[in-house]
């Protein structure tokens, strides 16, 4: 008996390892890729793009270095996370000293500031590319302000390889459900009919997610200017607005490849998004009709059938649902670098993959359909970075133009500087005390001074000045003196945390008193005089709407 | 005279030698962690600022809540394990019923949950939009289109419920093969002379098992307590890991979650000396071990349907997350949404996974990996084991073992791989021109030693607390009877201790083998050439694809999952009829 069930547990085992090579053997039916023989030439690249980009580029650049070089190469790809690639060269650093090489040839993806401040001239190395590509790549050197490529005297470190910019991604059934229309600007975010429905992403972690809420600060303030009113207001606004809008969220997520699932599941509303997760996540969801991707809102309502395991329509019937839109006037786009690390032991064919990248053949890789035999997947729902690709949009999956939609108001690096530490104080404010803030919010929504008290939260206690001040302090942890900064950062938040404690004593008070009123709500108290602003239209919002089920 | 100061030299050796290798494996990368950290290289930084930093983490009202909630949760988890299994333990012990060995062996399939995808699993099912909601739905209980954010509501409670019931088949097999060792006689002796059931429960099984229930107890309560991913999913930040791991990951230099690893390091250990010490460092008894000679009562009808249902909730709840994967798998993608069971079957995800350049060569990389570990954790294991428990050691060199031993489970995957590639990189940097040295230290080059050792410390645990359970509930009698009658230390290990604690390095083994082959920090981290991915970087590989990733990832994850499942099974039921009081199938 027992033998016997061995015995049956033992195929199984086989039956399950042979699976793959079953599967193999009937569906394999894309060519393999013929191997030339004879010694390749050696690439190591480091990087965090996905497979199916490290796939695709490995394929066409093979194919391009044969025909123009009459030799094949052979790419190893060391796949990193942004944050890891700085760890790996501090890391590294000692066996440099010694060997001269960190093993590496070029870095490849990742955010601007990872390459020129992070990894910059320590572990980068100049490049000379051959003339006249970097004039036909990069006819005009900034993208609304934002440098496609270095720009530092000693000559470029690295070069823009594709663009990227942040949205909002939004599930249409869940907004639906919360009488809430698709959202248009970052502030639309702030309304509390939001809250427990929106993710966000960490901006002490993600340079993308960090940039894209420095715009709405940025964008307050060039509305400010506009207006003639004083920066210092318009940075309490900005920075307000950014706390109301986290109040709203579920969570900050830490991975940024989840959120696009997590938006079309219906986990949340609403979420940031990095455009091209956003893109592929529309086109895997709505691919039975890439209509409804482009075309926006669908026309009519899914019929609510359950668990409709039928053919035909019904395969559409999800279709539709997710929705992806980049913030008029306040988008920001930025370049993914690619790099030569110091010490590459194959410089030369890192050269060539570089103005490989830059080449229009390249660039259109980011954007066009997958090609013949290739699967769905292989579109990369990428933007070019080279300019004059748009101008022939062969087979592309995306319509957009950064370089027209972008081209007006972008993030400023100038500008950037001057907010100092304001993702740290993110930090402090909104993820370290996000059930805090979260409460806060609700409670001040419950009160009938609900316009007031969230006009205060809309008005960011820390000043610009005092931001830019803990930039020296942060500086002093870097160089290895953190005392001073981690008592900044723990009298920071507890200022925060008292002044979430106050707003929500104001506002559990009866109305009654609450006229009398007490005068100082935290250090926001002083500057209360805002007139009608985001916070006061989004109370009204709030008082309209039924409470929010959950 | 002569002989025993050989032996105590042979001791004495043995003692340093597990120092060193923890010194090495251990300490060594966790501390070129922390104390790069800390800023200690830095020039000009001291030690003293270290107290700083370490009272800095004391002060912080932030810490201090999160330390509070890890405790309470670890505390919740440890208690819910101890109720799911110990009854189950029991039930499985005294009764026979129908499909008794097939549940027993289904209360384990917990351990093989594959990473990133077992979440994503959950959330198909717990999903606002998900199964559970419409389930509700449609039996009337919530309102159509209305989504429902389940694991939103108690996000401390969803964490631990969670945890327990992924934890506690990790509880389950110690207290099983503890409960092995108890001597139905002396229970049957007990009842004869009048105690009720629960009297006999109390005063004399419950003393008998508890060096198990504390093995299994004391790994669940350290690791609940460091759990990562759990609280992540729950967007449940307030917990020491999560602190920790936030601000380790963030690219400003902070030393702060260096100190507070520190402190959590220490923590962990304290607790656990302290749950030692309340149990008995010398938890010694006397009791031969009885050939499973117990008299099951074989049930019938109603009461058979009784105990099983029992079994049955607890392996349906625990396995709803693999069921989740499982489905994921085939629901085409984005179609698991709003609808009990996916809209839209297919089968293209297997398709894709399966017939990855990826699947293969991940799975034997892994099986190898995890393979060596095994081996190198039973042999570690097992010299811990009888030196902690056996040796004639000095009382602190013993404790400091076994707190070592322990250490493991505290330290963060990421912080250990992080070590590891240091240290790799610093003696490349050391001796450069040591090629045999670089060609197996070099992780760039071949990861295979440094991931194997990774793995054994890392699992090093569950067989260290496995095989000191077995030996303070076996007789040292046996073994000295042995030596008595002129066998050899080694014959008298080979013949007499190691088949004596058959069932306990069985138990050790299985979880060393489910939870390696689906290690993830070491995995991701000290693996680069893609010639060397284990499974789990493959699902990691797969799952990063944008759109339909995660339902590929489900795919090769249930494959690894059902293979995990049979092998673990299989190697069960070979090794079962010679250990013979584990599980018997």
Same mark, same amino acid.
């Given at each position: 008996m027992k033998s016997w069930g061995t015995r049956v547990l033992l195929v199984l085992v086989i039956l399950v390892l042979l699976l793959p090579f079953i599967f193999r053997s009937l569906l394999m039916t894309a060519p393999r890729v013929a191997v030339r023989s004879g010694p390749a030439d050696q690439l190591v690249i480091m990087t965090p793009h996905l497979e199916t980009v490290r796939r695709k580029f490995d394929r066409a650049f093979a194919a391009w270095y044969a025909s123009k070089y009459h030799r094949s190469v052979s790419i190893e790809y060391l796949s990193f996370g942004g944050g890891e690639i700085v760890k790996f060269f501090q890391a590294s650093e000692a066996a440099y000293e010694r060997t001269g090489t960190y093993n590496v040839d070029l870095v490849w993806g990742g955010s601007d500031s990872l390459f020129s401040d992070a990894l910059?001239?320590?572990? $980068?190395?100049?490049?000379?590319?051959?003339?006249?590509?970097?004039?036909?790549?990069?006819?005009?050197?900034?993208?609304?302000?934002?440098? $496609?490529?270095?720009?530092?005297?000693?000559?470029?470190? %690295?070069?823009? &390889?594709?663009?990227?910019?942040?949205?909002?991604?939004?599930?249409?059934?869940?907004?639906?459900?919360?009488? $809430?229309?698709?959202?248009?600007?970052?502030?639309?975010?702030?309304?509390?009919?939001?809250?427990? %429905?929106?993710?966000?992403?960490?901006?002490?972690?993600?340079?993308?997610?960090?940039?894209?809420?420095?715009?709405?600060?940025?964008?307050?303030?060039?509305?400010?200017?506009?207006?003639? #009113?004083?920066? =210092?207001?318009?940075?309490?606004?900005?920075?307000?607005?950014?706390?109301?809008?986290? &109040?709203?969220?579920?969570?900050?997520?830490?991975?940024?490849?989840?959120?696009?699932?997590?938006?079309?599941?219906?986990?949340?509303?609403?979420?940031?998004?990095?455009?091209?997760?956003?893109?592929?996540?529309?086109?895997?969801?709505?691919?039975?009709?890439?209509?409804?991707?482009?075309?926006?809102? #669908?026309?009519? !309502?899914?019929?609510?059938?359950?668990?409709?395991?039928?053919?035909?329509?019904?395969?559409?019937?999800?279709?539709?649902?997710?929705?992806?839109?980049?913030?008029?006037?306040?988008?920001?786009?930025?370049?993914?670098?690619?790099?030569? &690390?110091?010490?590459?032991?194959?410089?030369?064919?890192?050269?060539?993959?570089?103005?490989?990248?830059?080449?229009?053949?390249?660039?259109?890789? %980011?954007?066009?359909? !997958?090609?013949?035999?290739?699967?769905?997947?292989?579109?990369?729902?990428?933007?070019?970075?080279?300019?004059?690709?748009?101008?022939?949009?062969?087979?592309?999956?995306?319509?957009?133009?950064?370089?027209?939609?972008?081209?007006?108001?972008?993030?400023?690096?100038?500008?950037?500087?001057?907010?100092?530490?304001?993702?740290?104080?993110?930090?402090?404010?909104?993820?370290?005390?996000? !059930?805090?803030?979260?409460?806060? #919010?609700?409670?001040?929504?419950?009160?009938?001074?609900?316009?007031? $008290?969230?006009?205060?939260?809309?008005?960011?206690?820390?000043?610009?000045?005092?931001?830019?001040?803990?930039?020296?302090?942060? #500086?002093?942890?870097?160089?290895?003196?953190?005392?001073?900064?981690?008592?900044?950062?723990?009298?920071?938040?507890?200022?925060?945390?008292?002044?979430?404690?106050?707003?929500?004593?104001?506002?559990?008070?009866?109305?009654? =008193?609450?006229?009398?009123?007490p005068q100082a709500v935290g250090r926001g108290g002083g500057r209360g005089g805002k007139p009608a602003g985001n916070g006061r239209v989004i109370a009204r919002a709030a008082v309209s709407s039924q409470p929010v089920a959950r | 005279m002569a002989r025993s100061s050989v032996a105590r030299a042979v001791r004495y050796a043995a003692c340093a030698a597990v120092l060193v290798l923890f010194g090495v494996f251990l300490v060594w990368p966790v501390w070129t962690v922390i104390s790069t950290g800390l800023g200690l290289s830095t020039p000009g930084v001291k030690l003293a600022s270290v107290g700083a930093y370490l009272a800095a983490v004391f002060q912080d009202q932030q810490f201090r809540m999160g330390a509070v909630n890890s405790a309470v949760i670890a505390t919740l988890v440890t208690v819910g394990c101890v109720l799911i299994t110990v009854p189950l333990a029991l039930l499985n012990r005294r009764y026979e019923f129908p499909g008794k060995s097939l549940f027993a062996s289904l209360l384990l399939v917990p351990l093989v949950l594959p990473p990133f995808v077992g979440a994503i699993g959950i959330r198909f099912i717990f999903g606002a939009q998900g199964a559970l909601t419409a389930w509700c739905q449609q039996l009337g209980l919530v309102a159509p289109g209305t989504p429902v954010n389940w694991l939103a509501q108690h996000a401390l409670g969803a964490v631990v419920v969670s945890e327990a019931f992924s934890l506690y088949p990790i509880l389950f097999v110690n207290v099983l093969t503890a409960l092995s060792f108890v001597d139905p006689s002396l229970e049957q002796a007990a009842a004869n002379l009048g105690a009720s059931a629960w009297r006999v429960f109390r005063s004399v099984t419950l003393p008998l098992m508890l060096p198990g229930v504390f093995a299994g107890a004391s790994i669940v309560f350290i690791w609940s307590f460091s759990e990562l991913g759990t609280p992540l999913m729950f967007d449940f930040y307030d917990v020491t890991p999560v602190q920790v791991y936030f601000r380790i990951t963030e690219v400003s230099n902070n030393p702060l979650p260096y100190a507070l690893l520190i402190v959590t390091m220490l923590g962990c250990c304290l607790v656990y000396a302290l749950g030692k010490l309340a149990v008995g460092w010398r938890n010694q008894m006397g009791w031969t071990k009885t050939p499973a000679a117990l008299g099951t009562i074989q049930l019938k009808g109603l009461a058979s349907v009784r105990v099983a249902l029992a079994f049955v909730v607890v392996i349906v709840l625990a396995l709803l997350p693999h069921i989740g994967v499982i489905l994921s798998s085939i629901s085409a993608t984005g179609q698991w949404y709003d609808s009990v069971l996916p809209r839209v079957f297919t089968t293209a995800h297997y398709q894709h996974a399966l017939t990855h350049e990826l699947a293969l060569p991940s799975i034997r990389n892994s099986l190898i990996f995890s393979g060596l570990s095994v081996v190198l954790d039973i042999a570690l294991g097992l010299g811990l084991g009888i030196l902690i428990v056996r040796s004639k050691l000095p009382f602190a060199l013993k404790a400091l073992i076994d707190s070592l031993s322990m250490l493991p489970l505290a330290v963060p995957g990421l912080v250990l791989a992080f070590g590891y590639l240091a240290v790799?990189?610093?003696?490349?940097?050391?001796?450069?021109?040591?090629?045999?040295?670089?060609?197996?230290?070099?992780?760039?080059?071949?990861?295979?030693?440094?991931?194997?050792?990774?793995?054994?410390?890392?699992?090093?645990?569950?067989?260290?607390?496995?095989? @000191?359970?077995?030996?303070?509930?076996?007789?040292?009698?046996?073994?000295?009877?042995?030596?008595?009658?002129?066998?050899?230390?080694?014959?008298?290990?080979?013949?007499?201790?190691?088949? /004596?604690?058959?069932?306990?390095?069985?138990?050790?083994? /299985?979880?060393?083998?489910?939870?390696?082959?689906?290690?993830?920090?070491?995995? /991701?981290?000290? @693996?680069?050439?893609?010639?060397?991915?284990?499974?789990?970087?493959?699902?990691?590989?797969?799952?990063?694809?944008?759109?339909?990733?995660?339902?590929?990832?489900?795919?090769?994850?249930?494959?690894?999952? @059902?293979?995990?499942?049979?092998?673990?099974?299989?190697?069960?039921?070979?090794?079962?009829?010679? @250990?013979?009081?584990?599980?018997?199938?």
């Open positions: 910059g001239s320590k572990y $980068l190395e100049t490049v000379a590319l051959e003339p006249g590509v970097l004039k036909a790549a990069f006819p005009m050197p900034d993208i609304g302000g934002v440098p $496609l490529y270095d720009q530092s005297p000693g000559g470029p470190r %690295w070069f823009g &390889a594709a663009l990227s910019s942040f949205g909002i991604m939004y599930n249409r059934d869940v907004l639906a459900y919360l009488h $809430l229309p698709e959202p248009r600007t970052w502030a639309d975010l702030a309304d509390p009919r939001y809250s427990g %429905w929106l993710e966000l992403a960490d901006p002490t972690r993600s340079a993308s997610a960090k940039a894209a809420l420095q715009v709405i600060v940025e964008r307050e303030i060039e509305t400010a200017s506009q207006e003639h #009113r004083p920066q =210092q207001e318009a940075w309490a606004h900005g920075m307000g607005l950014i706390r109301q809008i986290a &109040a709203n969220a579920k969570g900050f997520t830490q991975a940024a490849n989840e959120l696009p699932g997590t938006v079309s599941n219906g986990d949340v509303a609403a979420a940031m998004s990095i455009d091209f997760y956003a893109r592929a996540q529309i086109a895997a969801v709505n691919a039975c009709d890439p209509r409804i991707a482009r075309a926006g809102p #669908r026309r009519q !309502p899914r019929a609510d059938g359950g668990a409709a395991h039928g053919s035909g329509e019904d395969i559409c019937s999800g279709a539709g649902r997710v929705g992806y839109v980049e913030p008029q006037g306040a988008t920001m786009v930025t370049p993914e670098p690619i790099a030569l &690390a110091k010490g590459a032991q194959h410089a030369e064919v890192a050269r060539r993959f570089i103005e490989f990248v830059l080449s229009d053949a390249g660039q259109r890789l %980011w954007i066009t359909s !997958p090609g013949p035999g290739e699967t769905p997947e292989m579109a990369l729902q990428r933007l070019p970075v080279v300019r004059s690709v748009y101008d022939h949009p062969v087979d592309f999956t995306e319509f957009t133009n950064p370089f027209t939609t972008a081209g007006g108001f972008n993030t400023k690096p100038s500008r950037r500087a001057a907010f100092g530490l304001m993702d740290e104080l993110i930090a402090l404010c909104c993820i370290d005390l996000l !059930p805090d803030l979260r409460g806060t #919010r609700r409670a001040i929504f419950t009160s009938p001074r609900a316009a007031e $008290l969230d006009a205060k939260l809309g008005t960011f206690p820390v000043s610009q000045a005092a931001s830019q001040a803990g930039v020296a302090v942060h #500086r002093q942890m870097l160089k290895g003196k953190p005392e001073d900064w981690l008592t900044l950062q723990r009298q920071w938040r507890d200022q925060f945390r008292a002044e979430y404690r106050e707003l929500r004593r104001a506002a559990e008070l009866p109305a009654r =008193q609450a006229t009398a009123g | 790799s990189l610093q003696i490349k940097a050391w001796f450069p021109d040591w090629k045999w040295l670089l060609s197996v230290i070099d992780v760039q080059r071949n990861p295979t030693l440094l991931l194997v050792m990774a793995y054994t410390i890392r699992r090093l645990p569950y067989v260290v607390r496995s095989t @000191v359970a077995g030996l303070e509930q076996t007789p040292e009698e046996l073994e000295l009877a042995a030596r008595n009658i002129g066998a050899s230390r080694t014959q008298t290990l080979l013949r007499i201790t190691t088949p /004596l604690l058959g069932a306990n390095l069985v138990a050790g083994a /299985l979880m060393v083998f489910a939870f390696t082959m689906l290690e993830v920090s070491d995995s /991701l981290i000290l @693996v680069q050439k893609q010639s060397y991915w284990p499974i789990t970087r493959g699902i990691f590989e797969l799952f990063q694809r944008l759109g339909d990733g995660p339902y590929i990832a489900s795919a090769l994850g249930a494959w690894a999952m @059902v293979l995990l499942t049979l092998i673990l099974i299989l190697v069960n039921s070979l090794l079962g009829k010679r @250990v013979g009081a584990l599980f018997r199938i």
